[in-house]
């Protein structure tokens, strides 16, 4: 059974900083994998899609790497800033169903 | 151009009673999704509509029903409420399989009493 885990589950930075947000996951065998940003009381918003073939991909400051033989996923994010601060979930596609983690809050402070 | 629209925000019921999630979206996707989110669980999905006409179980089934109404709409109905169902329900949808890029409604906060 795939289990999608997230660590660290919180994490407080001052802004400016570039950081790691880790995702690992049980089972190899995925289609892709997905970041998303969850804000308080709001629902999601798909930041990358890495297919199982790719390594990485990138989107204005953020970058999510792939490494399926580990079964490892990172989110980095490049000069945090206070805008940034929300709940980071990574979801992997299996064959029938998407299976999340269960995020790590982010609070990035002036 | 709306995205995924979710109806009510909010609602309260007593056990017992029943209501119904409706979720509608407007950028021609086929496939169409109802999760479940608890503290310290995730999201976990309920069911869903790989395309118009079509529906199936996901993890979490059990006391819900579905309708794919039209190719737009993706209702999610609770027959007889129970305070295990309290949570927050957000549906999703995408272009065709759920190995594509899923896009996400608002959410409905739940509380069974």
């Known amino acids: 059974k795939q289990e999608v885990t997230q660590i660290p589950a919180a994490l407080s930075v001052p802004e400016g900083e570039n950081l790691v947000l880790n995702c690992s996951f049980t089972?190899?065998?995925?289609?892709?994998l997905q970041w998303f940003r969850q804000d308080p009381g709001k629902g999601l918003t798909s930041l990358l899609l890495?297919?199982?073939?790719?390594r990485e991909q990138t989107s204005g400051r953020l970058n999510a790497s792939l490494d399926k033989s580990s079964g490892r996923s990172t989110l980095y994010i490049a000069a945090s800033q206070p805008g940034d601060s929300a709940t980071y979930l990574c979801?992997?596609?299996?064959?029938?169903?998407?299976?999340f983690g269960t995020g790590t809050r982010l609070q990035v402070f002036p | 151009n709306a995205g995924v629209t979710q109806t009510p925000k909010f609602q309260v019921l007593k056990t017992g009673q029943s209501m119904t999630l409706q979720c509608a979206q407007d950028?021609?996707?086929?496939?169409m999704y109802w999760y479940r989110q608890d503290p310290g669980m995730g999201l976990r999905l309920i069911y869903y509509?790989?395309?118009?006409?079509?529906?199936d179980k996901g993890e979490v089934p059990n006391g819900y029903n579905v309708s794919r109404l039209n190719k737009r709409e993706f209702s999610l109905r609770l027959e007889s409420a129970a305070p295990s169902q309290t949570s927050v329900y957000f549906c999703?949808?995408?272009?065709?399989?759920?190995?594509?890029?899923?896009?996400f409604g608002p959410g409905t906060r739940l509380l069974v009493l």
């Open positions: 999703a949808s995408s272009w065709y399989r759920q190995q594509e890029t899923q896009y």
């Open positions: 089972d190899s065998a995925i289609y892709n």
């Open positions: 890495i297919q199982s073939s790719q």
């Open positions: 979801a992997v596609h299996n064959t029938d169903k998407l299976i």
């Open positions: 950028m021609n996707h086929n496939s």
């Open positions: 509509s790989a395309s118009e006409g079509t529906t």
